[in-house]
């Protein structure tokens, strides 16, 4: 069994790890942290789990973690620099679900976050847990940087375009629409029901932290820099990413099989028949990521559709695929859920 | 020109009431006040109010409020009765929508609001806005006690029963849904679109404010005590309340009859006809209770349906009403507003 | 391997019934018929099935269901009765999720639901799938008739209270609130997001077909008729009921401790802590039922507040049960499922 | 008073016509009409008008449509066109909110909506009516074809960059997302509360009906044809479009200026200050469109937001507008509606 602990627990990203962790045949859920709610059992702050989880939210400074095969950093961006280190000398492999160890530029990363990064020496040792991208680098890591939401849903998005090199790299635009859990379960009036219901709007317009994490994934692929524009919306779901991608084709190429053929070994990404439209809801819960490709009338406009579950695919899901990689297990054990529709 | 101020204008209902006032004739907005916005225009924090309202908030100490005819408290309860009795003496008009002045009963007010009141002898003079039923001291007030949404709901549900003496007064079960904007905007977890969406709940089971309230409504008319059960639930509304009362018939009436004669002067209770079933939306942005009046199987037991729009009859529109009033304008003055449905 | 049918599997119990049997390790799934779809692919009108479900819906005129272990119905109402006893004569077990056979008096069933019944020795031979009620007969039953969604969430809330003995039987009242999948999947105005969004409503206040069937759940407990008033309504969720149970106590008793101790060996009846407030959200996807039981302010009325989620307890999961009943396998085989929350 | 006709008016814009028009100081409503509900009061369909609109909707042969000063068809596509002639011929002024008359060429309509014309001829005469860019034809106009809901939307927010000429014109994009209401009252599944509820998707990729009637209206600006990829998604909102729209800037220009000084006179078109991100919740129920124009990090890419109300200024009030200009009477009489927020 492996030994897991989570760091801040009391997030949505904490509990949907809870709900996968719980039902995962390899893991043994060790301690779960919240310095706010320590002594509180998980299942009343969330009665989802009551009967699945017996354990109790621990004080992050009794909480042992080094006693743990892995550790979720399941916390707000900051906290996991200042800890991680410690846990990966006592040999603990580390997954962190915030975006510390995302930017592989330490400038860019402290410019969009704000602060002064803690350990610049492991950001370059982490690797980017886009199992689609990175499997091998993932099965040998000690410390694995969770992609972001829309991170995730842009990147299976453009990946293969650009992989083939049929796609003007200057000019790519990623419309996205999130559900409001992607905001986090967070006091903030913006996220009210009364404020975010019925109601439709984009956001960060000027600039998301998630752009330079996409074009830091885009750029790879080439080994160039890639002109993005990320225009991210609010949208009245409680869980679901919706990714509408527009590219300009540069020669002719059959998509469908483009897209059917990079992704045709992946388990959690699903290429739909030429012509479907993919519902965020038909991959509610999952770690599916389901795409279409389009190219309306005929003309040198690729559109990809992309849709996940931002809180599986785009977070917990995706991390424990990243520790089932890590550990050795078959890459969709736990996660082999049917959605949940209607 | 009616010279109008309001104290907490960055809630919901004192959105609603410049939604209501900016559209009135007979009114000149002076003076909006909010400690932590003064400054901002208050179109800014409302984008919905650009073009209507050219107002900033002003700070509550610099806001000259005697110098209006009528003020308006829209804030949270328990300041209201701090400022209420310089502004009456200065000859100024008071419509507190918060609860400061609801409850005739000190005692009964402290232990529900946990604090001491500031103003008992207020208490005493102050009248409960209710125009169905206290018309003509409204008309005469100074201070008006703005009732609560359920209050409202509930207590025009249960009059004509209670006044015709129908049904048992000892066994009252009100059984109230409330859409989220009630809790106000307030940054708590637990209104959440992520939380509150696609979710249902009751709370305030074990005590809830508005109970001693409606108790002391319904006692009034028959001057004895009730017996009321009353359960509050949480629904997926922005706005609308929807209230299922339960009463056992102790003679035999025509129920559909009684509620028409009742109600047959007012302008904003429709009576509808015999079998309905009132939906929230259809009072959604105005100001009129609908009500159905039903008898299960012919059985003993009544069922009253009522619906408000909890900001508008159920606050600001009722506030504006009671104003409507108090100055001798056609009670219906810039409240004639058609429901939005969808 | 139970080779398992089910005739209708285009409606949302289908393909919920889909989703629980999809990954129930028992079970291997023959057939599905829709006269509708046949030769559709269930994955294209469902995508969240793609990955998971291979089959095609069959035309039910070639779909060999006798060839079947079990056979469920997830057809409107008036549809098995007519097939059932060729296949009981064929040695398949069914169980139906429709009403055809839950009302063993058939002149009351004629009157609800407006046709002969056409097989009315059957209707005796059904037992009613309620398993907290009637496990042992489930067991040796041919014939299951799976309760709807609101009789299993209002018998279960009222049963501890009626077998002790402590409440009143002529005055029961059952406020109950249904998502709009409790609806089904058929085009309807009533059901549309821009009339069910955003709006709530009572609906069937002057009779609604559940009423019977719970009226005969609740009359078998004490072998005597039960008053009971049942007011549903419409609350703008997709999946869950939410019972406000009403009653009136006839002597003391210690509520917490009767819950607990009727439902302590059932695997999917949560009686909650004492003052808890159970949501809906919170058995979302699972089959269980969670249940608080309240006695405000310390009166003689007993509110009890039970959730289920419609489309699973309420239905699909609670067929499941059965099935694993059926076919002695332990109960929870494939319904132990984690909530998905948020 | 002007005498005031619809065909057609149980659908959406059919009862949000009537919301507009009760309200409407110079008129008088004549006639609606219904083939399916002949004879029941408008106010049973639409509880909302209970109090406001007290006809009966009336069969379309006995109708007396001849006597009605402007007639509005709020019908599906392709009934108008065969009804015209004589309201025209009779001295009627028309206003068609359905697509007959928005296409200057026959052979694109008729591709496009299936069906031959049946007045081509008309078409010639009929004036688009989008008073920002056809104000003076409408004035004089005898038949009025309202623009689409969609079209509004992204036209308004591409028109400024096309007549100043500072974006390129071959690779346009409108990604676009509109509420449940816009699909239409219909009793459709996939418009259904659990279907469009919780769920987002697009539709439409490969063309919409839209696309050549924004084309047409672009192409009028330069007179040339403009490359366009139109996306449109539906998210779950009841009422509210909003447009993200995509161009390429060929030359420097103060964008802010530019749709400021456009726009300036128009008093239902609301340019917002500099980084603003308009929600459709800012425009509920009300006429206005907000516009808000962006240049993510100083790059060539202009990105302009634009919302509306489907219903209002996407449909019905866009229609009253047109009235009120060809009645010479004030543009914006019982338009000027405070929006509902929340």
Chains 1, 2, 3, 4 share one sequence.
């Not at 997954?95 to 492991?122: S, V």
């Amino acid at each position: 069994m492996i030994k897991v602990g989570i760091v801040g627990g009391t997030g949505y990203t904490g509990v949907e790890l809870l709900r996968l962790l719980a039902a995962h045949p390899q893991v043994s859920l060790q301690v779960i942290t919240s310095r706010a709610d320590a002594g509180m059992p998980v299942s009343q702050m969330f009665p989802s789990l009551r009967g699945f989880v017996g354990l109790e939210f621990s004080h992050p400074d009794h909480a042992c973690l080094e006693q743990c095969d892995v550790v979720f950093f399941a916390t707000p961006n900051g906290i996991a620099m200042r800890q991680v280190r410690a846990l990966l000398d006592a040999g603990v492999k580390v997954i962190d679900l915030a975006a510390d160890f995302r930017l592989q530029d330490i400038a860019t990363w402290e410019k969009w976050y704000g602060m002064n990064h803690a350990c610049p020496d492991l950001v370059a040792e982490a690797v980017y847990g886009l199992p689609e991208v990175n499997r091998a680098q993932i099965k040998v890591a000690r410390l694995v940087a969770n992609p972001g939401c829309y991170p995730t849903a842009v990147q299976l998005g453009f990946i293969p375009l650009l992989e083939a090199g049929v796609i003007a790299t200057d000019s790519l635009i990623a419309d996205a629409k999130s559900g409001v859990s992607g905001a986090g379960r967070k006091a903030e009036i913006s996220s009210l029901f009364a404020e975010a219901g019925d109601n439709f709007k984009a956001y960060g317009v000027a600039g998301h932290r998630h752009l330079p994490e996409i074009k830091q994934g885009l750029a790879r692929v080439k080994n160039s820099e890639v002109g993005l524009t990320f225009v991210p919306h609010l949208t009245p779901l409680i869980r679901g990413i919706h990714a509408t991608l527009y590219g300009k084709l540069t020669r002719e190429i059959d998509l469908q099989a483009l897209f059917e053929e990079r992704y045709q070994h992946e388990p959690f990404v699903d290429v739909m028949p030429a012509g479907s439209l993919p519902e965020t809801r038909s991959v509610r819960g999952s770690n599916r990521c389901r795409i279409a490709v389009h190219r309306p009338q005929g003309g040198d406009t690729v559109v990809v559709l992309s849709v996940i579950d931002n809180l599986v695919k785009g977070a917990a899901g995706q991390a424990v695929q990243n520790m089932n990689i890590m550990f050795g297990l078959p890459e969709t054990t736990a996660l082999n859920i049917v959605p949940l529709l209607p």
